[in-house]
């Protein structure tokens, strides 16, 4: 049995009468069809009509007819509009031949071929009124000889049939059919065999004769399927099931089924979630079958639940546990993998990022349930003595100290554990800071980013000589001033272990001390006193200029004080040192600065490739500076290309200068 779809064939046979084309009577009205609000007709058709069928013009603006006139002032303004190329009429039974004239809103279309009428085509009856896939339909009439296809809802046409007589058609109902008017169509074939334009299609009356009904399967009761799981079957009993040929899951997804003894099983997918299940026949009318709900974990326990730690096997137990496809730890946005799994049980390893809260366990249908745990913290802490002095070590005991990342003090100063003194799971020994560190509570941070506030801790100033704080920076080959006290106690001061030299004034409380032109980068400054010593990083760099210095912070808009003529890059030589100073935002994650010059912010090409092809450079947590050395095509570029423009975000610019 051929079957196919009666807007394709329609295409086809426009396409192979695109050639012609019927001008208008009215000399004055545009017939450009190029032209916005132009109406022009191309073609229309069949020729011959039968007397009741559907005629169709086709052309442009076609929306603006208000009325065809047929031979002898018969008009008809009951027009199906399908869209602004295509309307079409029913043509009247009393119409007779001649031409036909289509009124418009810019005037009158005259055809240039006159209307001819076939035999008088008709459908008088169709039985049975209803039928089922694969049904013998009788269609009874008047010249049905001249009928070469039977149309189907929903537009599936059959020309292919069991007995064709005058007043008689037999044919096969396709899979594909749908409950609808019937109709016949000549398919554009005349007697002689040629094949016009468009064809012929005569329907029966829906209000004499009825839609024909073409049977669904149905369901004899639709399924309530709770706590269902990947690969569970569902049954699906009710009529006419064999006519099924796609189940839909809820996501749309087809679902594998069976079909016997008047049954469906159907199989869920492992993709599967709450919704609807739904069964289709070929012409894809979906009928409701089933309503599903996926099953989640439940009576759920976690053993252990408290006191974890990174790399602790958490062993969960409950029901619908082979569901969970991973779980996803609280602080922790990515999901971590199963190391076991059945129905009542699964085991997980506690990641290093992992905090207290709620664990949560998702499955495959979208659906996710929790269970509490808490993680190790620092307990029980207690000083070895309650007063300790700046620069002093002091000793934090207790349990679970493994854990502390850092050490924060009130005023701000903060102690890294890769600075510890030394750390064990009872113990943590550190130096007090100088700076920043102030009598009150001591926050203890963990390396997951939870903290445990510890008791007041009393600091008091150091007895030795100390420097209460401590410049960014020391340019290298300079002598620096640095306020001092308990200075009257200091005997040496060292930088890398190496005598430095150094002058007290005991009158203004500073101290001066040369910095070496020969040294760079991190170095060790060491205050030695006759009753203790005291070390600080510091940093050393080559003799700077500074060439912009305030408070400018990047948000992903951008520094332009050093573009475009604000600062004459031309004095500046291949081979020195672009320097950026700057604060970052504690409270973010991520650091990003971009160099680059003032014509269309692009990073500069040579920079851009030394940090592996990227125009962004993301900043480690913590850094106060970036170093860049200027190659002869930097210098170029920002002498000739708009200058520099520092642009980023989450970053405060404070100095921007320039080294040998």
């Given at each position: 049995m051929k079957k196919f779809n009666i807007s394709s064939f329609l295409m086809i046979c426009l396409l192979a009468?695109?050639?012609?084309?019927?001008?208008?009577?009215?000399?004055?009205?545009?017939?450009?069809?190029?032209?916005?609000?132009?109406?022009?007709?191309?073609?229309?058709?069949?020729?011959?009509?039968?007397?009741?069928?559907?005629?169709?013009?086709?052309?442009?603006?076609?929306?603006?007819?208000?009325?065809?006139?047929?031979p002898q002032e018969i008009e008809v303004t009951e027009i199906t509009r399908v869209s602004s190329e295509e309307i079409r009429v029913t043509v009247p039974q009393e119409a007779v031949e001649g031409k036909l004239v289509l009124n418009t809103s810019q005037g009158k279309i005259e055809t240039t071929t006159e209307i001819t009428f076939l035999e008088p085509v008709s459908i008088d009856d169709f039985s049975p009124k209803s039928v089922k896939a694969g049904d013998e339909l009788t269609i009874t009439g008047e010249y049905l000889n001249l009928m070469h296809g039977v149309i189907f809802a929903d537009g599936v046409v059959v020309d292919e049939f069991v007995s064709h007589s005058r007043n008689e058609i037999k044919v096969?109902?396709?899979?594909?059919?749908?409950t609808g008017?019937?109709?016949?169509?000549?398919?554009?074939?005349?007697?002689?065999?040629?094949?016009?334009?468009?064809?012929?299609?005569?329907?029966?009356?829906?209000?004499?004769?009825?839609?024909?009904?073409?049977?669904?399967?149905?369901?004899?009761?639709?399924?309530?399927?709770?706590?269902?799981?990947?690969?569970?079957?569902?049954?699906?009993?009710?009529?006419?099931?064999?006519?099924?040929?796609?189940?839909?899951?809820?996501?749309?997804?087809?679902?594998?089924?069976?079909?016997?003894?008047?049954a469906l099983a159907i199989t869920v997918r492992q993709d599967a979630i709450d919704g609807q299940v739904r069964i289709l026949p070929a012409s894809g009318v979906e009928v409701l079958a089933a309503n599903l709900t996926m099953a989640v974990p439940t009576e759920l326990s976690a053993n252990p639940a408290t006191g974890l730690r990174e790399g602790d096997v958490i062993t969960i137990t409950g029901t619908n546990l082979d569901v969970v496809t991973n779980v996803t730890f609280p602080g922790m946005t990515e999901a971590t993998e199963l190391a076991s799994q059945s129905a009542t049980e699964?085991?997980?390893?506690?990641?290093?990022?992992?905090?207290?809260?709620?664990?949560?366990?998702?499955?495959?249908?979208?659906?996710?349930v929790v269970v509490?745990?808490?993680?190790?913290?620092?307990?029980?802490?207690?000083?070895?003595?309650?007063?300790?002095?700046?620069?002093?070590?002091?000793?934090?005991?207790?349990?679970?100290?493994?854990?502390?990342?850092?050490?924060?003090?009130?005023?701000?100063?903060?102690?890294?554990d890769s600075t510890f003194v030394a750390q064990s799971a009872?113990?943590?020994?550190?130096?007090?800071?100088?700076?920043?560190?102030?009598?009150?509570?001591v926050t203890l941070v963990m390396g997951n980013g939870e903290s445990v506030e510890a008791p007041e801790v009393t600091i008091t100033s150091p007895n030795c000589a100390y420097l209460p704080s401590?410049?960014?920076?020391?340019?290298?080959?300079?002598?620096?001033?640095?306020?001092?006290?308990?200075?009257?106690?200091?005997?040496?001061?060292t930088i890398n272990d190496a005598q430095s030299q150094f002058w007290f004034d005991e009158t203004a409380n500073t101290l001066s001390i040369k910095i070496p032109a020969d040294l760079s980068g991190t170095c060790t400054l060491k205050l030695i006193s006759d009753n203790g010593e005291m070390e600080y990083g510091i940093n050393i760099v080559a003799t700077e200029t500074t060439i912009w210095e305030g408070s400018f912070t990047l948000s992903w808009n951008a520094l332009e004080d050093l573009s475009w003529g604000k600062y004459d890059f031309s004095t500046v030589k291949a081979g020195q040192k672009l320097i950026v100073y700057f604060t970052e935002d504690s409270a973010q994650t991520y650091w990003q600065i971009r160099i680059a010059k003032g014509n269309g912010w692009a990073a500069l090409a040579d920079w851009s490739a030394s940090i592996g092809g990227g125009d962004t450079l993301d900043l480690e947590a913590?850094?106060?500076?970036?170093?860049?050395?200027?190659?002869?095509?930097?210098?170029?570029?920002?002498?000739?290309?708009?200058?520099?423009?520092?642009?980023?975000?989450?970053?405060?610019?404070t100095r921007v200068a320039l080294s040998n």
């Open positions: 009468v695109s050639g012609m084309m019927f001008t208008a009577c009215d000399d004055d009205l545009d017939t450009n069809q190029f032209q916005e609000g132009g109406v022009k007709l191309n073609v229309w058709g069949p020729c011959p009509v039968a007397r009741g069928g559907e005629l169709r013009f086709i052309g442009t603006g076609m929306d603006q007819v208000s009325a065809v006139m047929f096969i109902v396709p899979a594909e059919a749908q008017r019937i109709g016949v169509t000549d398919l554009g074939i005349q007697k002689d065999g040629t094949v016009e334009d468009i064809p012929n299609e005569i329907y029966a009356d829906v209000e004499e004769l009825g839609e024909l009904t073409v049977t669904l399967p149905a369901v004899a009761q639709v399924l309530d399927v709770q706590n269902a799981k990947p690969g569970d079957v569902i049954t699906v009993t009710g009529t006419d099931l064999d006519l099924v040929t796609t189940v839909l899951m809820p996501n749309d997804s087809i679902a594998q089924f069976t079909y016997a003894d008047g699964l085991t997980v390893a506690m990641p290093a990022a992992a905090q207290s809260g709620d664990l949560m366990l998702n499955t495959a249908a979208g659906k996710s509490a745990i808490t993680t190790a913290k620092p307990e029980n802490v207690t000083y070895a003595a309650s007063s300790v002095g700046g620069g002093e070590n002091l000793i934090i005991n207790g349990q679970n100290l493994d854990l502390v990342a850092s050490v924060t003090f009130t005023g701000g100063a903060s102690v890294g009872t113990q943590i020994t550190l130096a007090v800071p100088t700076a920043g560190a102030e009598t009150g509570v401590v410049p960014e920076s020391f340019v290298q080959g300079t002598s620096v001033v640095l306020d001092i006290i308990n200075g009257s106690h200091l005997t040496n001061v913590g850094a106060t500076s970036y170093s860049y050395t200027l190659t002869e095509n930097d210098v170029n570029e920002l002498a000739n290309d708009g200058g520099l423009i520092l642009t980023g975000t989450n970053i405060t610019l």
